[in-house]
């Protein structure tokens, strides 16, 4: 997925996995960085997918699964809420990529990121406190 984000070339056989996926992050606007380093205050990870439009900034990230999930899991949401607090992105979404049905994809957008950060940032400070960590400042 990547790749064809980028417009580079990939395996052809994917072509009915990839196809589903290039269509639902249109709605998002223009890619601006695929897997993206993104830091944010005690906290890091890597952003699939980038997106910005002219009413706002998505952060996306796909994931492969044999259930499609109806909403998003809280675990994704929450680590798209920190990332999306990093990158003062306005939208997130999860994009889900069945293994069982090839082409089969369900687009979750997540549109509560404040009250999710919030909660993710508790989590933070909990394991910060479990496993003694100080980021450093």
């Known amino acids: 997925i990547e790749a064809a984000l980028q417009g580079k070339p990939y395996q052809a056989d994917l072509e009915d996995c990839v196809a589903p996926v290039l269509v639902a992050v249109k709605q998002f606007g223009t890619l601006t960085a695929s897997e993206k380093c993104i830091i944010g205050n005690g906290y890091a990870g890597r952003c699939d997918a980038k997106f910005n439009d002219p009413r706002y900034n998505a952060v996306i990230d ?76």
């Open 62 to 137: 796909f994931k492969t699964t044999k259930k499609m999930p109806k909403e998003a899991y809280i675990e994704h949401r929450l680590q798209l809420a920190a990332y999306a607090t990093a990158e003062k992105a306005h939208v997130t979404a999860n994009i889900y990529i069945s293994t069982l049905e090839r082409g089969k994809i369900s687009v979750c957008i997540n549109d509560d990121i404040e009250p999710t950060f919030e909660a993710f940032n508790h989590l933070l400070k909990a394991w910060q406190w479990m496993s003694d960590y100080s980021p450093k400042q």
